[in-house]
T-cell receptor
Framework: EAGVAQSPRYKIIEKRQSVAFWCNPISGHATLYWYQQILGQGPKLLIQFQNNGVVDDSQLPKDRFSAERLKGVDSTLKIQPAKLEDSAVYLC???????????FGSGTRLTVV | KQEVTQIPAALSVPEGENLVLNCSFTDSAIYNLQWFRQDPGKGLTSLLLIQSSQREQTSGRLNASLDKSSGRSTLYIAASQPGDSATYLCAVGTYGQNFVFGPGTRLSVLP
């Protein structure tokens, strides 16, 4: 079984630029999560999708962050414009519907300078 | 709102020692608790999942216990090995909320 794929692995951008991250979950996993993990902290949920619908985006900074999962498969997370405090690892995870068996991707490490 | 803390933040032990990692949470209305392992530059790997009705779970050299009433979980690692070096995170599933992660304990096992 292929794991959760994320790209790119690393990204360095200047503040005020935009950036996008991509995630392809495990085939058949209906639930997809995006987490932000700042150095030294635990992951914080940004958004949860069930198929192509948003279940929870209460902690997503909607003035600059957006995410979509148009066909209920892969997903894109965008930041525009980026701030220095957005420097973090962005993790994608997926799970079968109704299961707590999360599988995480390797993440994208974003550095904003 | 659920808050999760982990003690210690970092731990360094010689190979072969038994060790205990601690996780505390503020809201006891949980439905489960998970322990994850995170290696540098990688995602999280689920180690153990404890349902709220359970007291403990075991997998190989790992044993996790749960005391809902006191808001605590412990991860016991027996006969530690250098390959156990990683960051260990607990995540708490609370009714009406998404999983909340603790900040993690960074473990180094010295050969």
């Amino acid at each position: 079984e292929a794991g959760v794929a994320q790209s790119p692995r690393y990204k360095i951008i200047e503040k005020r630029q935009s950036v996008a991250f991509w995630c392809n979950p495990i085939s058949g996993h209906a639930t997809l999560y995006w987490y932000q993990q700042i150095l030294g902290q635990g992951p914080k949920l940004l958004i949860q999708f069930q198929n192509n619908g948003v279940v929870d985006d209460s902690q997503l900074p909607k003035d600059r962050f957006s995410a979509e999962r148009l066909k209920g498969v892969d997903s894109t997370l965008k930041i525009q414009p980026a701030k220095l405090e957005d420097s973090a690892v962005y993790l994608c995870a997926s799970s079968p519907s109704g299961s707590y068996g999360y599988t995480f991707g390797s993440g994208t490490r974003l550095t904003v300078v | 709102k659920q808050e999760v803390t982990q003690i210690p933040a970092a731990l360094s032990v010689p190979e072969g020692e038994n060790l205990v990692l601690n996780c505390s949470f503020t809201d006891s209305a949980i439905y489960n608790l998970q322990w994850f392992r995170q290696d540098p530059g990688k995602g999280l790997t689920s180690l153990l999942l404890i349902q709220s009705s359970q007291r403990e779970q075991t997998s190989g050299r790992l044993n996790a216990s749960l005391d809902k009433s006191s808001g605590r979980s412990t991860l016991y690692i027996a006969a530690s090995q250098p390959g156990d070096s990683a960051t260990y995170l607990c995540a708490v599933g609370t009714y009406g909320q998404n999983f909340v992660f603790g900040p993690g304990t960074r473990l180094s096992v010295l050969p």
